[in-house]
């Protein structure tokens, strides 16, 4: 199956070569030449104004089926008794796009005696839970998890179903799109609705977050995504603490599978979690030193944030590993991010673009930092930060 | 004997790749194809399994005929063979239609002990392909492995990283595992591997090879579909404030409390 | 430019230059700072089959010649040349065993330094014997089937950390340098020992130490070659060795030059990038045509020795002292375009300027290297008349 490409309707512009993100095409003399390698990504049907490219329309393997009634389904991911943030957001963003197709909104909650968490689901937005427990699914494993979230999901038939894309989320949620014969979208960042024909367009980013894609689960049901924490907003007024809870008995499960789980053998030491936190003080190469980011840590704490850090502070052995933010390390949509000394190599780039607000502290006018930043204050970092540390502690007290 | 096999992916050097800020198109110049860096950790982990175990160690990679460079450059750190899947059919393929086509080669190869994947690859950024093969193959996914211990028997204890810290497992094979960077430390080519890989036959399987229906694979066999790739959204024009540390600071928090960030 | 490298010499350069930029540069200034052996990149360089380089086949190397020599330690010391130093000096040591040593000798130890379990070391230097060579006084007396070695060596580099060392001593006092014979002492010898770790201006990620040798007892067949024949390895060792000082001095300005022009793009004075100014311009204008002129003569010299002269003592002492004696000029000018930053440690180049000066003085002093030059062009030019 190849690109369609119509010779007469092409200008010979050039805008699908340069848009092009594996290089195949080019302009040989009086026409475009497609060559080997083309993975079908569309991005030069999306540049061509003379409409000369086509994807191929795919023929499905089955039929589109009825829609499922199961209405939107958001997995709730819980450890030891405490839900995942993004199971919350993901609960309010399924509210909204429930409203548009009027279909009910259910959570899903596996786990041991987890029972007690169905209200605040409840309130985040869920009609219904579908709940299930089982001592195999006290602590996460892939095998478990994957099988009884298939299961339940075979059984009630949910048309969307979405997901925290936590590493839990990111672990197992594939192996329940495998299991369901469906497709899955990684990672999204934005959802919406094509109402016409009932489909999720799902957005997220690719390449590192150079480009965005939009894509649909054209024929198969539940159309599947999962999400990236921190994006989607909780639903402003909760709803009240009361809905359907179906009690699912899994029979396919026994704790003898062949994975099991021994023990957690070390937990990430943070104030907070720097995927959960709204505000994050970040530092560079620009610190110099590991000391130096104590003076992060100050602030972060004024503002109720946690302290990250750019692959190089990493590297330099400054901060451990966890704080790391970035394509090598985590990607994170505080509503409040201020690098310090942070020049803004892509790769930081790709894990910052989420958040709402950023701040750059930089003595360098053209590090590329400044090109995304929202205010870019250009000066001596080991001034303006203890400045600012100095006026905020100066106001509290 | 144990059978690795080690499944990697030619991309393109992601930092590279960006878009002009003024034509919002892509500029790859210079931009290179190499082996998804997550998969060397991949790699890794099989060659120090096959060191200290024993076993053979069989490369894997689904694209395009040039594709095959990767492999190539794969075996240069001392894998024993690899296999190409490549065919004008397998064009357009999502993670799903990837994972079958694969799985099919794996079966074509006789099962695997462990199969190792990298953490994600740096163009798709899904970490989708390893637990769907894993499902569709009918076997144990491990995901986000830093530490592997033989426990002998035919079982592996696996230390993994989630989003409280690490846990242990016990996975008995055969299994399909990702691993993360925190594993290893990849080793550097071989000169002398480097040049029996430039010697190396490296089979491509075709549709036909792995007896597959054109409908199953490719864009034909996958489940969702690209309707659109735009630039990221840009954000509100940049304000640069330059001036007396202390001024700075002050009037950075004031717009700060406005914003009701704090 | 260009210089026609076949595909398997562009593969050993590519993958040389890649352990100088992921494994060495990041290592560099810490091993600097902390003056720490670079195990984990020898060991690296060995997983990489480069210990091997210059050993032949049938001992398990890859049986290169002195041309591949050249561009794996010029692509190492892109890096570190401290590091270049500690790799290399094992060549040195492995030379006079490739070169004279009986069959025996070449099965025990070459295979093992090939593969990089075994590090090696050339000692030469005593206190009284630096550019004098003959004047060295550690002796090696015959005791029946032994030999039995009483010295000190100074400034030995890898001494302590190298497993097998080559030593030179007096078999005949009475004989002069003809009473010189080399022979392999391990480092677990009875009787040998090291002395304290010496601070050196530069490649301080190398180690150099005094071996001592008390009543070294060691069986005969560790005489390399035969007894009298001290002084010919070793020229021979040092003649095949300088092509390869001249290539650190390359790999190192060129690593000068790219820091000293990448920064005079993004420093910014008088309104523009410094590059831009004519003053800086020039002097990184001359300090490319050095570093390709050096680059140009110490490839010269090292193909010509692949063509196995007979003798090409005046061709290696000229691509030593020409390009060392560049490699020093150009780490100078590279601290001076970079001016203050240069002087800095956050930078590179006062590492390099350190390291330079190095070059200059080991393997032959430059000026023992003219001594050769001209001594070679006296004879040269007395046959002609």
Redesign the interface.
């Known amino acids: 199956m190849s690109l369609i490409f119509s010779a007469d309707k092409c200008t010979l512009c050039g805008a699908c070569v340069d848009a092009c993100p594996f290089g195949v095409l080019s302009l040989e003399g009086e026409r475009l030449s497609i060559g080997e390698g083309c993975t079908l990504c569309g991005a030069c049907v999306e540049v061509c104004e003379a409409e000369a490219l086509a994807l191929p329309e795919a023929e499905g393997p089955s039929p589109r089926p009825g829609v499922p009634l199961g209405g939107i389904w958001v997995f709730a991911e819980q450890r030891q008794g405490r839900l995942a943030p993004v199971a919350l957001e993901l609960l309010g963003e399924a509210r909204r796009l429930a409203a548009e197709l009027s279909v009910p909104v259910a959570a899903v909650l596996l786990g041991d005696r987890v029972a007690h968490l169905a209200p605040e689901l409840f309130r985040a937005g869920a009609d219904k839970v579908y709940l299930a427990e089982h001592p195999a699914l006290a602590e996460f494993v892939e095998g478990p998890y994957a099988a009884a979230l298939t299961e339940i999901a075979a059984r009630f038939g949910p048309e969307i179903l979405l997901a925290g894309a936590t590493y839990v989320g990111r672990a197992f949620i594939p192996q329940v799109a495998a299991g369901l014969r469906t497709g899955l979208t990684a990672d999204c960042t934005a959802f919406a609705l094509d109402p016409e024909r009932r489909l999720l367009l799902q957005t997220r980013p690719a390449f590192g977050g150079n480009i965005m894609a939009t894509i649909i689960t054209p024929r198969t049901y539940p159309q599947m995504a999962t999400a990236r924490p921190g994006v989607f907003k909780r639903l402003a007024d909760p709803c009240p603490g009361e809905g359907e809870v179906v009690r699912v008995e899994l029979g396919s499960l026994t704790a003898a599978g062949p994975c099991t789980f021994v023990g957690t053998v070390e937990e990430i030491r943070e104030r907070l979690p720097l995927a959960e936190a709204e505000v994050i003080v970040a530092g560079g190469r620009g610190l110099k030193e590991a000391k130096h980011f104590r003076m992060l840590e100050d602030l972060a704490e004024l503002l109720g944030g946690a302290v990250g850090a750019t692959r190089a502070a990493v590297d330099a052995g400054w901060i451990p590993y966890a704080h790391q933010i970035g394509q090598t390390g985590k990607t994170v949509a505080p509503k409040l991010y201020i690098a310090v000394g942070i020049s803004g190599a892509i790769q930081h780039l790709a894990g910052i673009q989420s958040s709402d607000f950023i701040v750059a502290i930089n003595k360098d006018p053209e590090a590329p930092i400044f090109k995304v930043a929202d205010i870019g204050l250009v000066g001596d970092l080991f001034e303006i930060v203890p400045a600012l540390i100095a006026a905020i502690r100066r106001e509290r007290e | 004997m144990l059978k690795i096999i080690v499944c990697i992916k030619q991309v393109?050097e992601?930092?590279k790749?960006?878009?002009?800020?003024e034509?919002h198109?892509?500029?790859?110049e210079g931009?290179q194809a190499i082996i998804n860096p997550f998969d060397l950790y991949a790699l890794e982990a099989g060659l120090r399994l096959k060191e200290a175990q024993g076993g053979q160690v069989t490369l894997l990679t689904m694209?395009?005929?040039?594709a095959e460079a990767a492999l190539r450059e794969a075996l240069g750190y001392g894998a024993d063979e690899a296999r190409l899947l490549s065919d004008?059919?397998f064009?357009?393929?999502?993670?799903?239609a990837t994972?079958l086509t694969l799985a099919q080669a794996v079966r074509k190869l006789g099962g695997a002990d462990l199969i190792f994947t990298g953490k994600q690859a740096?163009?798709?950024?899904?970490?989708?392909?390893?637990?769907?093969l894993?499902?569709?193959l009918g076997?144990?996914?491990?995901?986000?492995a830093r530490k592997l211990t033989w426990a002998g028997d035919g079982v592996l204890?696996v230390?993994r990283?989630?989003?409280?810290?690490?846990?242990?497992?016990?996975?008995?094979l055969p299994?399909v595992v990702s691993v993360v960077?925190?594993i290893n430390e990849p080793?550097?080519?071989?000169?002398?591997?480097?040049?029996q890989a430039k010697k190396a036959v490296i089979p491509t399987w075709t549709l036909a090879d792995l007896e597959l229906d054109p409908?199953?694979v490719?864009?034909?066999?996958?489940?969702?579909?690209?309707?659109?790739?735009?630039?990221?959204?840009a954000?509100?024009e940049?304000?640069?404030?330059?001036?007396d540390?202390?001024e700075?600071?002050?009037r950075?928090?004031a717009?700060?409390k406005e914003?009701g960030?704090? | 430019m260009d210089y026609l490298l076949t595909e398997e010499q562009q593969m050993l350069q590519d993958l040389a230059r890649r352990i100088a930029y992921e494994k060495i540069k990041p290592a560099r200034a810490r091993l600097d700072e902390a003056e720490e052996f670079p195990w984990e990149i020898l060991k690296d360089l060995a997983q990489a089959d480069l210990a091997g380089t210059i050993i032949p086949e049938q001992y398990g190397g890859l049986g290169m010649g002195a041309f591949e020599n050249v561009l794996l330690l010029e692509a190492l010391s892109e890096g570190c040349v401290g590091v270049a130093v500690s790799f290399a000096a094992s060549f040195l040591g492995a030379y006079p065993i490739m070169l004279y040593g009986s069959e025996e000798q070449k099965q025990t130890y070459l295979p093992g330094i090939a593969q990089g379990n075994t590090l090696a070391a050339f000692a030469l230097t005593e206190a009284q014997a630096g550019s004098d060579a003959s004047a060295i006084a550690t002796t090696a007396a015959k005791d029946g089937d032994a030999y039995v070695l009483n010295g000190t060596k100074q400034w030995i580099t890898n001494a302590g950390v190298a497993d097998v060392n080559v030593i030179i001593a007096l078999t005949d006092k009475a004989k002069g340098p003809r009473g010189a014979s080399a022979f392999i002492v391990h480092k677990d010898d009875p009787g040998v020992s090291f002395g304290k770790k010496e601070r050196k201006m530069g490649i301080r990620a190398s180690v150099t130490r005094e071996i001592i040798l008390e009543e070294v007892r060691i069986p005969k067949d560790r005489l390399i070659g035969r007894e009298g024949q001290g002084f010919i390895i070793t020229m021979k060792t040092l003649d095949l060795a300088r092509p390869g000082a001249g290539a650190m001095a390359i790999g190192l300005a060129q690593s000068a030059l790219d820091e000293a022009a990448s920064f005079a793009k993004e420093r910014h004075q008088f309104g523009q990038p410094i590059f831009a100014i004519q003053a800086v311009q020039h002097m990184l204008a001359d300090m490319a045509v050095r570093v390709e002129a050096s680059r140009a003569l110490v490839y010269a010299v090292a193909r010509y020795i692949d063509t196995d002269p007979k003798d090409f003592s005046k061709e290696a002492a000229m691509s030593k002292v020409f390009a060392t004696d560049m490699a020093m000029q150009v780490a100078i000018d590279a601290v001076q375009v970079m001016g203050g930053h240069g002087y800095m440690r956050d930078y590179p180049v006062e590492k390099m300027m350190r390291d330079a000066k190095i070059l200059q003085i080991f393997e032959g002093t430059n000026q023992i290297m003219r001594n050769i030059i001209g001594l070679a062009l006296s004879k040269e030019y007395t046959k002609k008349k």
């Open positions: 393109p992601t930092d790749v960006r878009l002009d800020p034509t198109t892509l500029i790859r931009v694209g395009p005929p040039q004008r059919a064009a357009g393929a999502d993670t799903w994972a740096i163009d798709g950024d899904t970490a989708q392909v390893g637990p769907m894993a499902t569709i076997i144990p996914y491990v995901a986000w204890e230390e990283l989630l989003d409280h810290g690490y846990d242990a497992l016990r996975v008995r299994a960077k925190e080793r550097v080519p071989s000169f002398k591997a480097k040049m409908h199953e490719g864009l034909a066999g996958s489940f969702t579909q690209v309707v659109r790739v735009f630039p990221p959204p954000r509100g940049s304000e640069i404030w330059r001036g540390p202390q700075l600071a002050a950075l928090w717009r700060l914003l960030r704090r």
